[in-house]
């Protein structure tokens, strides 16, 4: 029995129960079968949680490009590796060969060493989703270079903070972006952030909507003259399986992103064992995530999962929405796409919309169809099951992190019997543990409590970058020798898992983490604003969304607040991005205190969400009358 492809239920079982009593031997088996090591380890794993210190394959040397594009060439060298599909249907699409990309990111990673990057040198990306984004992501990995994409829908500053986190020496970009029927200016503000990153010594600039751009001289280059002439061989950097291969920030609930930090050997093994086992795929098969690269999801599951399997994986660079709502289905029929994973969000804003969009279109090639980002509700996963899947195609659930960089409980299709929002079983090599709030843990069946993972993973991040004492402070410290998600579950009278949601200060508007405290930073950069709080509230696309609390300085209170909700949206979004837009704002003269000074943000959710019929003890409170003015105010 091979470890590497889990078939039945029974199959899943045995290796699960195999993965668990010793997982080193299992991890080992898995890596030795189905990698290209340039050299194998001296030690599978050693690990300290209370370090905390995470090691995979130490001494074994490999590069990842050589496992995702080399070793396929001599038996797949003419299979399609990308297919691009662009934003305007009347475009033509790409099809990128192995042979192809394997040609496209040597010359990217010549025109890389060409302009100084070095082993080790952090590279920002921020392009939309053209092939020169996943070219780019693979050359830096071709020559050992960090890559931190920058997901290219964060503003300038947002851009900025992250550049100067990692002190990238070049950020990759594009002249412009599109979106739908819009285009954005992404050159435009890269150079609005630039101002603020002395660290960055080039900007290489892809063409993509040939629109009229500033080039300061010296530093910004057109990439597409440096790639015609540059070599079409780039020997791979020989890495240790523990080297960096990438940063990728996620928001925190407090204080800065965090630049989680993945490794290579182990990153590898993970997100290429879990794709081939949550999609099934198939050597002929047609993979779709709809996902941004700018994502974690991205990253696994558009780029190296796939790629280290030798799929065929499709990039879109478009909106679901645009020309109209029918363009997922339409690009379904058009590749007959075989695996489909998408969002939640995306999936509760198209059944909104009718029917027709769907079944206009022949869906019968999908055989798996996935679903990542946060909880998807019952009524959204069974529109997707039969109106999508026509009850034939199961759903996987997958519940992950960017911090996990892999799939960590998912059903296996065709194996697992799936359940409306349940993520179901752990997937080999995972074991999760449920937590009381005296960090005791809690065992057997019918129970619910903090989601935490007991024994390490080779995809776990590594660390935070520049900061391991918060990485050590996130994850490690609320529950000893565990690794604690921020997530809350219950697992059900099976063993089911079920995620219920963040129990932390992030919420998730349309699959995206966001941090409250950074958007009140944001929000109080208005002169006219005194304080604030942000809580989230149930929302029926974009899952949540955020409702923010504002006690203004007493200048501001003869303002217009309709201008001035204007003006506290628009500096969100010039500090962050849209997606952290809110949807309400509520002035208030107060906000629920406790004696030693904390907002209770209880009081404030609840009330944003309606549910005020009990809002617990009020009475502890340094100033309980705020509570009846807010409520007598909520929007
Ligand atoms: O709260 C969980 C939610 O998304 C969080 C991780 O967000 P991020 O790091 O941006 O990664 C998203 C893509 C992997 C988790 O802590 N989440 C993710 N998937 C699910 C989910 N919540 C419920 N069900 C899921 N399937």
Not at 352 to 381: C, Q, R, T
Request: aromatic share 10%; charged share 25%; with cysteine.
């Amino acid at each position: 029995m091979s470890n590497y492809h889990i078939k039945h239920l029974e199959e899943y079982f045995q290796i699960y129960r195999k993965s668990v009593r010793d997982p080193e031997n299992f991890w080992e088996e898995v890596a030795e079968e189905h990698f290209m090591w340039r050299k194998k380890w001296d030690k599978v794993l050693s690990w300290d949680f209370t370090k905390p210190e995470i090691k995979w394959f130490e001494g074994a040397k490999l590069n990842i490009t050589e496992n995702c594009i080399d070793r396929h060439l001599p038996t797949h060298g003419n299979k399609t590796a990308i297919i691009f599909e662009p934003n305007d249907p009347e475009e033509k699409e790409q099809y990128i060969t192995f042979k192809d990309l394997h040609e496209r990111v040597c010359k990217m990673a010549n025109v890389l060493k060409d302009q100084g990057v070095k082993k080790g040198d952090r590279v920002c990306i921020y392009l939309p989703m053209i092939p020169e984004l996943a070219v780019s992501v693979l050359a830096c990995a071709r020559i050992g270079a960090i890559h931190s994409v920058v997901f290219a829908g964060f503003s300038s500053s947002a851009l900025a903070t992250r550049i100067n986190d990692s002190n990238c020496k070049m950020v990759i970009t594009s002249d412009g972006s599109y979106r739908g029927s819009k285009t954005i200016d992404l050159k435009g503000i890269v150079d609005e952030s630039l101002e603020k990153c002395p660290c960055v010594e080039t900007v290489l600039v892809a063409k993509r909507i040939n629109s009229e751009i500033n080039m300061t001289q010296n530093r910004d280059k057109w990439l597409q003259p440096l790639l015609d002439a540059a070599n079409d061989y780039c020997p791979a950097e020989i890495m240790d399986s523990e080297d960096p291969l990438f940063i990728l920030y996620t928001s925190g609930s407090t204080g800065m992103p965090k630049g989680m930090v993945h490794s290579t050997g182990g990153y590898m093994v993970y997100t290429a064992y879990t794709f081939k086992n949550v999609f099934q795929y198939k050597d002929e098969d047609i993979y779709w995530c709809t996902a941004d690269i700018g994502w974690i999801t991205g990253h696994s599951y558009i780029l190296y999962g796939p790629l280290a399997n030798g799929a065929t994986t499709l990039m879109f660079e478009g909106v679901p929405s645009y020309p109209d709502f029918g363009r997922f289905w339409q690009i379904v029929e058009k590749y007959k796409v075989n695996q489909f994973y998408t969002a939640p969000t995306a999936i509760r804003a198209l059944a909104k919309e009718n029917l027709e969009y769907v079944e206009k279109y022949d869906l019968s090639s999908l055989k798996v169809m996935g679903s990542v980002g946060e909880p998807i509700n019952e009524e959204a996963w069974h529109w997707y099951n039969i109106n999508v899947g026509k009850k034939k195609s199961p759903i996987v659930d997958t519940w992950w992190q960017t911090e996990t960089g892999g799939i960590m409980i998912s059903p296996i299709p065709y194996a697992t019997p799936t359940i409306p929002t349940y993520a179901s079983l752990p997937l080999p090599g995972i074991q999760p543990a449920l937590m009381d709030e005296n960090g005791q843990e809690i065992k057997g069946n019918q129970v619910d409590g903090r989601l935490c993972i007991k024994f390490p993973w080779p995809s776990i991040a590594r660390t935070i970058w520049g900061n391991h004492q918060r990485y050590k402070d996130t994850y490690f410290s609320a529950f000893e020798n565990k690794y604690f998600t921020g997530d809350g579950a219950l697992r059900d009278e099976v063993g089911y898992y079920r995620i219920t949601g963040r129990v932390d200060d992030v919420i998730i508007v349309s699959g995206h983490n966001l941090g409250t405290a950074p958007i009140e930073d944001a929000v109080n950069e208005h002169p006219a604003v005194a304080e604030s709080a942000i809580v989230g509230f149930p929302h029926d696309v974009k899952g949540n969304a955020l409702y923010g609390y504002v006690i203004l300085k007493e200048t501001g209170e003869t303002r217009n607040q309709d201008n001035l909700r204007k003006e506290i949206n628009q500096i969100i979004t010039e500090h962050i991005g849209p997606i952290a837009k809110l949807d309400k704002i509520q002035f208030t003269s107060g906000l629920p205190k406790t004696r030693s000074g904390k907002i209770m943000r209880r009081i404030l959710r609840k009330i944003a969400s309606k549910d005020t019929g009990n809002l617990g003890d009020t009475s502890t409170l340094l100033n309980p009358e705020v509570v009846k003015e807010i409520m007598d105010n909520a929007l």
